[in-house]
C-alpha cells in the first residue's frame, strides 16, 4: 500500500516517504483481581497470568502483593508501573515503622495510596488496584481506586480485564441486586471464597487474559492465610 502511494506521488524521484515513530510508555499485561469483605475478614483475589496480547510471559505472576500482615494490595495493569508502585509503597511502609515505632493501619495504607497515585496524575502509573486489610474496628475493608488516586470504601469489588464481567455477577451474588423475596445473610468466608472461584472459573471462559492459577489470600484478625486454585490454562 505504502510503496504504491509512493510511486503515485514521486514516480520519478527517489525521495523516501516519511516514516512515524511512535513510543508508548504502556502496556496492558491483562489479569483480574477481586476483592470481598465481610464482618470480620477480607478476601483478595487475582489470577497469576501475565500476558500482553496473544502472547503469555508468564504463568506464574501473583497479582496480590503483601504490604503489612493484615493488608494486601491486588494490582493488575502494566507490570512495570505494579513494581514501581509497589516498591514504593514497601518503602514508605518501612519508614513509617521506623518513625513511629509500629505498623501502618489498613486506612492509613489506603490513604498513602491515594496520595502516590495523585502525586503522578500526569503520568499516571497505569495499574488497577484493589486494597483489602482489617481496619480499626476490626471489621474487613476493601479499597478500590482510579490512576489518579480517587478511592472508594466497598464490600466488593472487581478489577482488571474481566472486571466488566465479574462485577455484575458480584452485584447479584453479595450484594443482592436484582432480586425480590430474598432473605439477606451474613456472608461467610467459606461461602466468599466459593464464589470467588466461580466468577474466577466463568472469567477464564470469556477473557483470554485471565487464566492459569487464582492465588487467594484471606485475611482476619489472626493474619492472612493463602491458598492457590487451579484455572484454565488456554
Not at 503483601?66 to 494490582?75: A, C, D, M, N
Not at 486489610?133 to 466497598?154: L, P, R, T, V
Amino acid at each position: 500500500m505504502a510503496a504504491d502511494l509512493k510511486k503515485r506521488m514521486y514516480p520519478d524521484s527517489g525521495v523516501e516517504l516519511p516514516v512515524a515513530h511512535r513510543f508508548d510508555p504502556y502496556t496492558l499485561n491483562g489479569g483480574t483481581v477481586v476483592g470481598i469483605a465481610g464482618d470480620n475478614f477480607a478476601i483478595v483475589a487475582g489470577d497469576t497470568r501475565l500476558s500482553e496480547g496473544f502472547m503469555i510471559h508468564s504463568r506464574d505472576t501473583s497479582k496480590i502483593y503483601k504490604l503489612t500482615q493484615k493488608t494486601f494490595l491486588g494490582t493488575s495493569g502494566f507490570q512495570g508501573d505494579v513494581l514501581t508502585l509497589t516498591r514504593l509503597l514497601n518503602a514508605r511502609l518501612t519508614m513509617y515503622e521506623f518513625e513511629h515505632r509500629k505498623k501502618m493501619s489498613a486506612t492509613a495504607i489506603a490513604q498513602m495510596l491515594s496520595t502516590v497515585l495523585y502525586y503522578r496524575r500526569f503520568f499516571p502509573y497505569y495499574t488497577f488496584n484493589i486494597l483489602a486489610g482489617i481496619d480499626n474496628d476490626g471489621k474487613g475493608c476493601i479499597y478500590s481506586y482510579d490512576a489518579i488516586g480517587n478511592y472508594e470504601k466497598h464490600t466488593y469489588h472487581a478489577s482488571g480485564t474481566a472486571s466488566s464481567m465479574l462485577q455484575p455477577l458480584l452485584d447479584n451474588q453479595v450484594g443482592y441486586m436484582n432480586q425480590e423475596g430474598v432473605r439477606r445473610v451474613p456472608l461467610t468466608i467459606e461461602k466468599a471464597t466459593t464464589l470467588i472461584k466461580d466468577v474466577f472459573i466463568s472469567a477464564t471462559e470469556r477473557d483470554m487474559f485471565t487464566g492459569d492459577s487464582l492465588h487467594i489470600v484471606t485475611i482476619t484478625a489472626d493474619g492472612a492465610q493463602e491458598d492457590h486454585f487451579p484455572l484454565r490454562r488456554d
